[in-house]
């Protein structure tokens, strides 16, 4: 298994940008792909971007394209998730995962996951 830990949430402005950055160790992180899932109060956990162990592939979720993008650098055994454009609605915790699969997009395709970093976005 690979343990994962996200980092880079906070408070922004609408309109504004963040960075959130999950640190893998264990196992060699460059074998699994990765994807970021959100959940705001009271809601599911959604579905924001995926990408492949080797960065070829990747996903988004419809409410996020052309705002959001997901990359990693598996030297640093670090992936990232750049979200620009943020709204409101971008309020929720933020979770890194990774999975065995070629790529995934639901949940409970994923093995492992971090415990989360917290994204508002103020109005």
Known sequence: QV???????????????????CA???????????????QAPGKEREFVAG?????????????????????????KNTGYLQMNSL?????????CAATNMPIATKWSDFHSWGQGTQVTVSS
Do not use: C, H
């Not at 343990?3 to 950055?21: D, I, K, P, Y």
């Not at 893998?24 to 959100?38: D, E, K, L, Q, V």
């Open 3 to 21: 343990q994962l830990v996200e980092s880079g949430g906070g408070l922004v402005q609408a309109g504004g940008s963040l960075r959130l950055s």
């Open 24 to 38: 893998a160790s264990g196992r060699s992180f460059s074998t699994y792909a990765m994807g970021w899932f959100r």
């Open 51 to 75: 990408l492949s162990s080797n960065g070829a592939r990747t996903s988004y979720a419809d409410s996020v394209k052309g705002r959001f993008t997901i990359s990693r650098d598996n030297a």
């Open 87 to 95: 709204k409101p609605e971008d309020t929720a915790v933020y979770y």
